[in-house]
């Protein structure tokens, strides 16, 4: 097992390496001069050129390249031009919202896709079935960008139930930084009612970054379910008389997991991909948005910092489920 | 904590109406508050990503600038006209090459420094040495050494060379406290990291929250050393700048009531909420030019005669239909408010017989070629701009080929001749009220920058620019500008588009809007703003 998890986390560095240079490369293929950008409209040639030279973009490709992947392997992931912070200042301000977006959003889909899928395999070609599969091809095929304005005109302007956009209420003072995740930390601090207030703000980014992941949950699931039910040792377990609820929610379920974990590896990514829409439309303070004003601004070391980000935690969560696999599979444990 | 006493208050709540948009408007209206004053909450849609007023400026970064620091002096209404702020008053010598400012005495930085004569020194020198954001404007006539403290309130600058323009750029240097910035500077940087996200000014606002992706949250000052327009017992209590990139977030927001004040308002939904229950619009004649760049060193519209015919070509009324009438032709290059315009006579409009006589005597006299129309990606009236010229072309032959490219993108290819597009969307929002400004767009120094995508050489032009620029005699110096605005007219390098009018929709009870088209685009000075709930 922990030569497995040496070779996978060796393999990891090398696909960071490789995300690394494609991302310097085609942030530095687009045609566009950061440093003119940086300095205004206005500004006179030789200002432009201080702020190259202090950028340093004005030395070769080469030189900038091996600058940044030594700065990155010592974590630092340099300035951004727009922001003149380090990009990892930036990213520890940022990801803490994303991160937050994502996990409510992911434990939404999970809440909501797995019982679902239960149920339309259970329900097999029956009202709810048709309705959940219904549900699932909607909820993957609507955009992300279009239905969050829908969900704003709902459920903000017309039934005035939640903010239409931010992390809290404007003249509400953040709870006392400790994690950066305004659910976690305004628990922390004894603090419900804020809570309560960034929840609400919470709720629809959340619902709309949670709704492809929720229905593509919800397919593996019934599909895995339906296959197992039918299986040899789903009846021989009915036949010694385990109970029907035991049988669906303990033996088949967690062999229908194994699918459903691989999408949930997966989803995982994506979500973190999609906050750049979901961010833009509510105004969601997150690394999205980051990468989304930054590349607007053409500056470029955040949009590849956000994209390493993105990168190594995609990598990092799809390990934890391939380690997770072993768990739930004793003879993948065994293999291992 | 910050905070714990400040909650929303639904001041009013009426029914909904029928369904669709309209429905919400109007509905209910709420304002923050903070004890008995009230917070004022305006949403734009631009971020402001650094604060420090040395080192960046645009309209929203400007707007919070301006009201955590003071200039010496300030530009107010509408015609724009400078006003003491800082500074008493100022006197110049003869030639103009010498001004002395004379300080306001009773100034003070949020710390309770006194703004002093010392702290222009340093504020101006910094922002030369750190040669970013506003050091364009004085770094050719003014050098560091050449400021000097005399006494406590005065404060002296000598220029290399007369400069006309000089009093035009002195609302656009704000002044820092020095010790603030001094204790906070690492590796030399003359503070910038520090003042990158935190305030050491003397304005009417103190910095309480810096939030830059989402939001700006700042206090009134309350024995601002101005003292307050709208009296101290109906100022605010503080102004919240909400970053609301989406138009029809920033609506929604109005309409519930969570915002006080919107700008960028889509053409529609302006004409939408203008006459809505609890809305209040502000609709102004704006200085921000568009034009459409012609790249005049390649291809067809190197062809003066071509460029002439696009020009007598394109469908005006069709700019003004985009904006809903809200907008004005150009009637020069230069805007109408900025000294020495002049209503150029001749300036193109539709004209399909003319188009067609120029087409004529170029060298494509049957047309029967295509051209680049670049415009910013997701900007929507550039790119039914750009329909209206398609349209506009057919009847001579010429196709145009529309594109929508990233700022950036943009902006790199125009930077070459080689490579800038046939034709380019162009805004241009003059930084002062002088001439210069603009005149300056057809020099060949403009080449390189986004305005001088036309990549325009024109000896004669780039002389007058150049005179006129040193000219201390206004009769002889609009007289330059005049022939500045006849001859770019003749050579075209651009299609002169219209002015847009610059609008905002605030919630009616909001008080004390003071506009000066001087600020940049959305900006507002947020010093006058009350909320009335009587």
New interface residues.
């Given amino acids: 097992m922990w030569a497995y998890i040496a070779r996978r986390v060796a393999l990891t560095g090398l696909m960071l390496f490789g995300l690394v240079c494609v991302t310097f490369t085609v942030s530095n293929v ?5 440093a ?2 940086a ?9 432009v050129e ?2 190259r030279r202090e950028y340093g973009l004005d030395r070769p490709l080469h030189e900038q390249f091996v600058r940044y992947v030594s700065g990155v392997v010592r974590g630092d992931l340099g300035r ?1 031009i ?4 380090p990009v990892v200042q930036d990213l520890a301000r ?1 990801f803490p919202a994303t991160l937050e977006l994502v996990l409510l959003s992911m434990t939404l889909g999970v809440a909501l896709g797995v019982p679902l899928g239960m149920m339309s395999a259970v329900l097999k070609n029956r009202a709810p079935d048709h309705l959940a599969r219904f549900v699932a091809v909607s909820l993957v095929a609507l955009p992300a960008f279009w239905f969050g ?1 829908l969900l ?2 709902f459920f ?3 039934l ?1 139930w939640l ?5 809290l ?5 953040p709870p006392p930084h400790v994690s950066g995740m305004l659910l976690l930390d305004s628990l922390i601090a004894g603090q419900g009612a804020t809570f309560g207030q960034a929840f609400a703000h919470a709720m629809l980014p959340a619902l709309v970054l949670s709704f492809p992941c929720l229905a593509s949950i919800l397919r593996v699931n019934r599909a895995e379910m339906i296959e197992v039910l039918s299986a040899d040792y789903v009846t021989a377990a009915r036949a010694h008389g385990v109970s029907r609820l035991r049988v669906i929610c303990v033996h088949a379920l967690r062999n229908a997991m194994l699918p459903t974990l691989a999408i949930i590896g997966l989803r995982w990514g994506w979500m973190l991909g999609s906050t750049v829409l979901v961010e ?4 969601w ?1 997150g690394i999205g ?2 990468a989304v ?1 930054s ?4 500056d470029f070391k955040p949009v590849m910092g956000v994209t390493l980000l993105i990168g190594l935690n995609f990598m990092v969560v799809n390990l934890i489920v391939d380690l997770l696999y072993g768990v739930l599979d004793p003879r993948l444990r065994a293999g291992a | ?4 006493h ?3 208050r639904g001041a009013m709540a009426a029914g ?1 109406g029928a369904a669709g948009l309209a ?2 408007i109007g509905s ?1 209206a709420a304002f ?1 508050l ?1 004890g008995s004053r009230k ?1 004022l ?1 305006y949403a734009g849609g631009q ?1 402001v ?2 604060l ?1 007023p040395h ?4 309209w929203s970064t400007r707007m919070i600038q301006q009201s955590v620091y003071d200039a010496l002096a300030k530009y107010v209404n509408d015609p724009p006209q400078i006003v003491p702020w800082l500074a008493e008053r100022w006197e110049t010598n003869p030639d103009q090459t010498v001004w002395t400012f004379h300080l306001a005495r009773n100034a003070r930085f949020h710390n309770g420094d006194p703004v002093d004569a010392e702290a222009v020194r340093y504020s101006f020198e910094r922002g030369l040495r750190l ?3 506003v ?3 004085l ?1 050719d006539v003014l050098a560091p050494e050449a400021i000097a403290a005399l006494d406590a309130h005065t404060v002296r600058f000598t220029l290399t060379r007369a400069m006309p323009s000089f009093l035009t750029y002195i609302p656009m240097w704000y002044i820092v406290n020095p010790k603030q910035v001094q204790a906070n500077i690492a590796n030399n940087d003359y503070g ?2 520090w003042m ?2 935190n305030a050491a000014g003397s304005g009417p606002f103190r910095l309480r ?1 810096f ?5 700006i ?1 700042m206090d009134a000052v309350a024995d601002y050393w101005k003292g307050w327009p709208q009296g101290e017992h109906r100022r605010l209590s503080g102004v ?1 700048y ?5 138009p ?2 920033r609506r ?2 109005v ?2 009531g ?1 915002a006080d004040l919107i700008t960028e308002v889509p053409a529609d939904d302006f004409d939408l909420l203008r006459d809505a229950r609890g809305m209040k619009p502000e609709d102004h004649r704006g200085m921000t030019t568009f034009a459409i760049t012609m790249n005049t060193t390649k291809g067809p519209t190197a062809d003066i005669n071509v460029r002439k015919a696009i020009a007598h070509a394109m469908d005006y009324d069709a700019l003004m239909q985009i904006h809903n009438g809200a907008a004005s032709l150009m009637t020069s290059p230069f805007p109408e408010q900025v000294p020495g315009h002049i209503a150029v006579p001749g300036i193109p409009r539709r004209n399909l017989d003319r188009a067609r006589q120029f087409l004529a005597q170029s060298q494509y006299p049957n047309g029967g070629f295509e051209l680049e129309y670049v415009h910013v990606q997701g900007l929507e009236d550039p790119r039914r701009i750009g329909l209206a010229l398609l349209n506009a072309l057919q009847p001579l032959n010429i196709r145009v080929n529309i594109v929508a490219q ?4 943009m ?3 125009g ?1 070459r001749a080689e ?1 800038a597009p046939d034709m380019v969307s162009v805004y241009v929002t003059p ?1 002062t009220t002088d001439p210069d400004v603009i005149a300056g767009k057809y020099h060949t120094r403009a080449h ?4 001088g995508m036309h990549h325009l050489s024109d000896a004669q032009v780039t002389q007058w620019v150049e005179a006129a620029r040193v000219e201390t005699d206004a009769p002889k110096r609009n007289a330059l500008y005049a022939d500045i605005q006849r001859r770019v007219v003749d050579l075209q390098p651009e299609i002169f588009g219209m002015l847009a009018n610059r609008r905002w929709i605030m919630r009616d009870y909001v008080r004390g809007f003071a506009y000066c088209p001087l600020r940049l685009t959305g900006e507002v000075d947020l010093h006058p703003l009350w909320i009335d709930t009587a």
């Fill in positions: 687009a045609p566009s001069d950061p003119a950008l300095a205004g409209p206005d500004a006179t040639r030789d200002m201080t702020i951004s727009v922001t003149t912070r940022f304005i704003q005109l903000s302007i017309w005035e903010p239409t956009s931010g992390r209420d404007l003249a509400t003072a833009t439309v509510f105004d303070p948005l980051y004003s590349a607007i601004a053409g | 904590m910050a905070g714990t400040i909650g929303r909904l429905a919400g209910s923050e903070d917070i909450v971020p990503p650094v420090d080192v960046r400026y645009d040669n970013k954001g050091a364009w404007m770094k910038e990291g990158a996200t929250r939030e830059p992706q989402s939001l949250h919240i909400r970053v609301v990139r989406e029809a977030t929604a927001l309409q519930r969570e990233p700022w950036p993108t902006v790199a290819r930077a490579t930084v390189g920058q986004f305005w």
